[in-house]
């Protein structure tokens, strides 16, 4: 429940940024735009003053449009689509960097403690101990220690292999997401270039002689955009995806040795004291 609640505050902090950051860009880009139509304005009516009296026609200054309203225009609704999965894709990224951590997976403290309890031989200490405990480490060694039937360390250790491949499989569904947004975006990026390319051929066919160069160029610019932007968005994740598939391999496999490590430990402890290991109360019901 911490790691949702975490996760939520991350992608609303995240996408209040953005919402902050585009309203602010918004509201500079309408500012300039209004100084420039003034500016134009101005030069327009002075241009227009000498072309009375002397007879020679002012020229239109050209407008120019500001790069946050071209990339927004430019984006679209499709853009608007990958920017959301943007933001998705960075709140993940934060959620597992907090989550697939050594110290969340496998705590020394905890380590030290379960060691501690083992060289006290107080076996039901541990047991209690681990079985309140949310880590990969806790669970291995709850499960090991609860299916020590008359000291069967074969038993234990096939249980705690089941509980651990459990435990990389649902730590691996929380990477998947990110090898969905690997391959969804250059597809969402090439669904961007087929509009703007049928946008551009249609303005040719359509307007032929009347053509006019920013027709055509709108919609070459959204091809390239969309595409960049599908392509940026499946970098990161494919490379986040690996990254995380791998450190959940080898945190899983460095839990499930320490865990093997401390049954091993329990059953040689007591069978030097009797002949069979003692199981925690809990354990056996």
């Known amino acids: 429940m911490s790691a949702k609640r975490h996760y939520l505050r991350w992608l609303a902090f995240l996408t209040l940024i953005v919402v902050i950051a585009g309203l602010q860009n918004l509201q ?38 500001s790069a946050f309203v071209w990339f927004i225009q430019s984006s679209g609704l499709i853009g608007f689509f990958i920017l959301c999965l943007s933001i998705y894709f960075v709140a993940t990224v934060i959620r597992l960097f907090m989550e697939l951590r050594k110290g969340e ?24 101990f681990t ?23 074969a038993e234990a250790r096939e249980v705690m292999d089941r509980h651990g491949e459990v435990a990389t499989v649902d730590m691996e569904r929380q990477v998947a997401p990110l090898a969905v947004l690997g391959t969804l975006g250059p597809m969402i990026g090439l669904v961007g270039t087929l509009k703007g390319m049928i946008t551009s051929f249609a303005a040719i066919a359509m307007y032929d002689t009347q053509l006019r160069a920013s027709q055509v160029a709108g919609g070459i610019s959204e091809a390239l955009l969309l595409t960049f ?27 499930l040795l320490a865990s093997d490590e401390l049954v091993r430990r329990v059953v040689q402890q007591a069978k030097s004291k009797s002949s069979t290991p003692p199981i925690p109360t809990a354990a056996r019901t």
């Not at 405990?133 to 090991?144: D, E, F, I, Q």
């Open 229 to 255: 932007e599908g392509v940026a968005l499946s970098v990161p994740a494919i490379y986040f995806f690996s990254f995380f598939r791998n450190r959940v391999a080898v945190y899983s496999a460095e839990a």
């Open 28 to 65: 500079q880009t309408w500012g300039q735009e209004e100084e420039k139509a003034a500016a134009g304005a101005d030069a327009e009516g002075a241009a227009g003053a000498p072309a009375e009296g002397g007879g020679v026609e002012g020229a239109k200054a050209p407008q120019r449009k």
């Open 105 to 128: 997976l496998l705590p020394k403290e905890e380590l030290a403690i379960c060691d501690q309890y083992v060289a006290e031989r107080n076996y039901q200490a541990l047991y209690d």
């Open 131 to 153: 079985s309140k405990s949310p880590s990969l480490y806790s669970r291995l060694v709850t499960a090991g220690i609860a299916a020590l039937n008359g000291g069967d360390l």
